[in-house]
């Protein structure tokens, strides 16, 4: 079974409004997590930009020796990435379901603020 490192969800402006980490070797502070989601952003746009295909809508993968991180940004330009062992399949297939869940269960929350971080109640 493949590790998941961390998940990370960025809203349109670059904001990270969630962040859990599932016991990787190496945890990150407050700080660090948040310049982790900025620096995606950012890199996600220049690529959208970049792209020599008309349409890209940016990174979905960047594979790298420890890590692979994979992207998958909705329709509003939300983004949810999460950073697992190298070689891990399928997990465009869990960033849907992080998104179904999260228009569940966050947007239909009638105390949820757009583009606010995202509070666990209880």
Not at 31 to 44: F, G, P, Q
Request: a negative charge; proline letters at 3%; hydrophobic letters at 40%.
């Amino acid at each position: 079974m493949a590790a998941i490192y961390s998940l990370y969800i960025i809203n349109k402006s670059g904001g990270l409004i969630f962040y859990k980490d599932y016991g990787s070797a190496g945890r990150m502070d407050t700080n660090d997590s948040l310049r982790v989601a900025s620096l995606w952003h950012s890199m996600h746009a220049i690529s959208q930009q970049l792209s020599p295909v008309a349409g890209c809508s940016g990174i979905e993968l960047l594979e790298a020796d420890t890590f692979d991180l994979h992207c998958f940004q909705s329709l509003t330009g939300t983004k949810f990435f999460v950073v697992c062992e190298p070689g891990t399949q399928h997990m465009e297939g869990l960033l849907k379901a992080m998104y179904e869940l999260y228009t569940d269960y966050v947007l239909k929350n009638p105390f949820y603020e757009m583009e606010m971080p995202i509070r666990k109640s209880g």
